[in-house]
């Protein structure tokens, strides 16, 4: 059974950071330069992450996510994934991924124990996706996906990052793709909390709200009906354009968040366990490792980090964290 927080929710969920590092520099998560890395040694080992893992299943964490940085980046992915597959009461195990190794990994993620891979791809324009990443290409996304799907690692979710002027003329392009392909796409609200360039001055007029890219969805493609939530939906409000496979969700950090049902914990690629995305309060869970600490000290840690989880966040007035960028955080 999932541990309740101070507000009541059941906590189910834990999204770790497996590095810091990307082989893409998005212009709303890094600078160009990138951000420097954190050194090796601040870094969890994989023995370390599975300990945190056992832990969190013992108070009823059910549901784990990879990400990052990139998770793919990280040497012996593969691995960590075989180990947190088998820990008893995991029985959710997913990656969020830029999809560029995607197609080299998903045939042995899969034999690993990985469940679902949700890919983040902002165009389906090779020259903008080289703009938005700065360093990706677009063919290797789309061949990741497709290796994704046929090894089945399904539903193999899309999340696109809307940028006014950037990609929202595409959204209608987007959205057709549940139809014409039956893609399960998410449009996800640009936050100001990377560290690259639209996360700072003119993040206001960059965002495009659910609600804008909804009028101009079902303007052009009909009425969305609420759909069935696809399997670990998390936060996003499900639909269906007429006649679609696919559904086509919001993620709406911005103009309506949904923190009264948030289930989830964070751990940040140094160990630190970070109970709301946007509040800089963290637990330190590496030291204790370090020092020796097992399964049962990280329990009572992690409950600890569960009893001080904040109620909301308030990026509408522009809260956000101030000593981490979101390739540290897993997003
Ligand atoms: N590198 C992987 C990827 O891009 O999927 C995993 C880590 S990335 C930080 C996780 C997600 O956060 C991606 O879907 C990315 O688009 C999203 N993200 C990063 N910066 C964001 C921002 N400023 N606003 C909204 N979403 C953002
Ligand atoms: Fe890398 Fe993901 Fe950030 Fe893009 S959003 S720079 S792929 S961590």
């Known amino acids: 059974m999932a541990h309740l927080d101070a507000y009541n929710r059941p906590i189910?969920?834990?999204?770790?950071?497996?590095?810091?590092?990307?082989?893409?520099?998005?212009?709303?998560?890094?600078?160009?330069?990138?951000?420097?890395?954190?050194?090796?040694?601040?870094?969890?080992?994989?023995?370390?992450?599975?300990?945190?893992?056992?832990?969190?299943?013992?108070?009823?964490?059910?549901?784990?996510r990879l990400t990052g940085g990139e998770p793919l980046v990280r040497p012996g992915i593969v691995e960590l994934v075989r180990m947190l597959a088998r820990i008893p009461g995991i029985d959710d195990l997913a990656m969020t991924t830029n999809g560029i190794l995607l197609a080299d990994y998903a045939d042995e993620l899969a034999a690993a124990g990985l469940r679902r891979v949700n890919v983040s791809l902002d165009t389906l324009r090779p020259e903008r996706f080289h703009?938005?990443?700065?360093?990706?290409?677009?063919?290797?996304?789309?061949?990741?996906?497709?290796?994704?799907?046929?090894?089945?690692?399904?539903?193999?979710?899309?999340?696109?990052?809307?940028?006014?002027?950037?990609?929202?003329d595409e959204v209608v392009e987007l959205a057709r793709k549940t139809m014409e392909e039956g893609w399960n796409l998410r449009f996800i609200e640009l936050m100001p909390v990377g560290n690259g360039v639209l996360a700072e001055g003119g993040w206001r007029e960059r965002v495009v709200t659910a609600r804008e890219i909804r009028g101009r969805v079902e303007a052009a493609l009909g009425k969305l009906e609420p759909a069935k939530k696809a399997a670990g939906s998390?936060?996003?409000?499900?639909?269906?354009?007429?006649?679609?496979?696919?559904t086509l969700g919001f993620i709406t950090p911005v103009s309506e968040h949904f923190c009264y049902h948030c289930n989830r914990l964070r751990l940040t690629a140094d160990g630190q366990l970070r109970p709301c995305l946007l509040s800089?309060?963290?637990?330190?869970?590496?030291?204790?490792?370090?020092?020796?600490?097992?399964?049962?000290?990280?329990?009572?840690?992690?409950?600890?980090?569960?009893?001080?989880?904040?109620?909301?966040?308030?990026?509408?007035?522009?809260?956000?964290?101030?000593k981490r960028v979101m390739s540290e955080i897993g997003g």
């Open 131 to 168: 703009a938005i990443t700065r360093l990706g290409r677009l063919e290797d996304v789309l061949a990741g996906m497709e290796a994704a799907r046929r090894a089945g690692l399904t539903p193999v979710k899309i999340n696109t990052v809307v940028m006014r002027g950037m990609n929202d």
């Open 234 to 246: 998390g936060p996003a409000r499900c639909y269906r354009l007429p006649g679609a496979r696919g």
């Open 12 to 64: 189910s969920y834990l999204r770790i950071s497996v590095t810091d590092r990307c082989n893409l520099r998005c212009i709303y998560c890094m600078p160009p330069e990138g951000v420097p890395w954190r050194p090796h040694e601040e870094i969890l080992r994989y023995e370390e992450i599975e300990t945190i893992v056992r832990a969190a299943a013992e108070i009823g964490i059910s549901k784990i």
């Open 280 to 322: 800089d309060l963290e637990v330190d869970l590496r030291t204790p490792l370090r020092n020796g600490a097992g399964v049962a000290d990280i329990k009572h840690l992690l409950l600890h980090g569960i009893a001080v989880k904040p109620l909301e966040h308030h990026l509408d007035r522009l809260q956000k964290p101030e």
